[in-house]
């Protein structure tokens, strides 16, 4: 009879231990939900706002409406070529990555690879080396080449896949 009342003791303490687990991982699971839902509510970098947000408003107004995380898409060959010069012609090499918002644009730059070459290679070689010197030469450059790839985005796809174009490496020589 002893056996029993013990087996019934412990079973009566075991639904109590399996209650507490049970409270803590529930309670566990809603303090991540709230700690989640609060870092990611105040950050606009990522393109998610409220709705009732002036952020969004704004990038809406200014025709980028948010479509997702900013993912890197490097080019798989740097860019080689000559440019004329006031002295002499110089060889550039300049090393690409695209940024794009959300992996649908992602899909789309990597399928579009040959294009995308070429358009920034036409807009590259028919730049300067004088003005390539320059920070401010090189930060128009890239402006144009952005405005020239976007240009040609839409013309084949129908919609501004690239968000920006950066270079990640210049060598003039």
Not at 54 to 67: F, L, P, Q, S
Not at 70 to 99: E, H, T
């Amino acid at each position: 009879m002893a056996a029993e009342k013990d087996l019934v003791i412990a079973e009566g303490g075991s639904k109590k231990k399996l209650l507490f687990i049970i409270g803590g991982v529930v309670l566990l699971l809603v303090l991540g939900v709230v700690g989640f839902l609060m870092m990611s509510g105040g950050d606009d970098s990522t393109g998610n706002t409220d709705a009732g947000s002036n952020a969004g408003a704004g990038a809406v107004a200014n025709g980028t409406e948010a479509k997702g995380s900013a993912l890197y898409v490097p080019l798989p060959r740097p860019f080689v070529f000559n440019v004329p010069g006031a002295s002499r012609d110089r060889m550039v090499q300049i090393k690409v990555q695209l940024l794009v918002r959300g992996s649908n644009n992602e899909v789309i730059a990597l399928r579009h690879i040959p294009l995308i070459e070429g358009s920034l290679l036409e807009t590259f070689s028919a730049g300067n080396a004088d003005e390539m010197v320059t920070v401010a030469g090189r930060d128009a450059l890239k402006n144009k080449a952005l405005s020239d790839l976007q240009q040609a985005m839409i013309e084949v796809v129908g919609s501004v896949v690239v968000d920006e174009v950066l270079f990640t490496g210049f060598v003039m020589q």
